[in-house]
């Protein structure tokens, strides 16, 4: 369970959150108990290897960082609405000085808006408050969109797992293991 899941939307360059309206701008917040069957939906549909609803459960009794992001609520519409789809989430657990980064993912239909880079900000932040000192991560050897979406924020490939993650007919797929160092120098581009 200690595998950074990246189901990344690398082409969101055009996403500006400082060009959208308050009120349209998508929300993250931590996850509930209540959220794992949407979670667990979206993972079923990003993945040929989804984590189980057990590995949610299991994540959030350990007190991991855990946060989903929610499309934004319309705006002018009356009570009661629906719930506002999820976009994505992210885990992440903490250790001494560090964060181990999980799973990130975003739902296969809200890809290239720059999610991914959304999360991945939010969860420097949150590192950092939470005083750790390094951010890392796994990612599939194959996972070409997530290594470069990590390599532009300055993760640096600093070792590798091998046959880490399951694959097609029963192989195993190495692990890039990935960190990126959150001290002033380490990650602050990512934040402009």
Do not use: C
């Amino acid at each position: 369970m200690s595998s950074a899941r990246a189901r990344v939307d690398e082409a969101g360059e055009h996403f500006s959150a400082a060009a959208a309206p308050a009120a349209a701008m998508p929300a993250l917040r931590a996850m509930r108990v209540a959220d794992l069957d949407g979670v667990a939906a979206i993972e079923n549909r990003a993945y040929a290897f989804p984590w189980s609803r057990g590995n949610f459960v299991d994540s959030l009794a350990a007190g991991y960082l855990a946060r989903v992001l929610l499309a934004p609520e319309p705006a002018g519409t009356a009570r009661p609405v629906p719930p506002p789809p999820l976009l994505g989430y992210y885990l992440a657990m903490p250790g001494v000085e560090e964060m181990h980064l999980l799973n990130l993912t975003v739902a296969p239909e809200y890809e290239h808006r720059g999610h991914a880079r959304s999360m991945l900000r939010h969860l420097v932040v949150a590192s950092r408050e939470a005083g750790a000192r390094t951010l890392w991560l796994e990612v599939r050897e194959s996972n070409l969109r997530a290594r470069q979406l990590y390599e532009r924020w300055g993760f640096q490939a600093v070792g590798l797992r091998k046959g880490y993650y399951p694959a097609a007919q029963g192989q195993r797929e190495h692990a890039i293991v990935m960190s990126l160092p959150l001290t002033a120098d380490g990650a602050d581009h990512a934040l402009e």
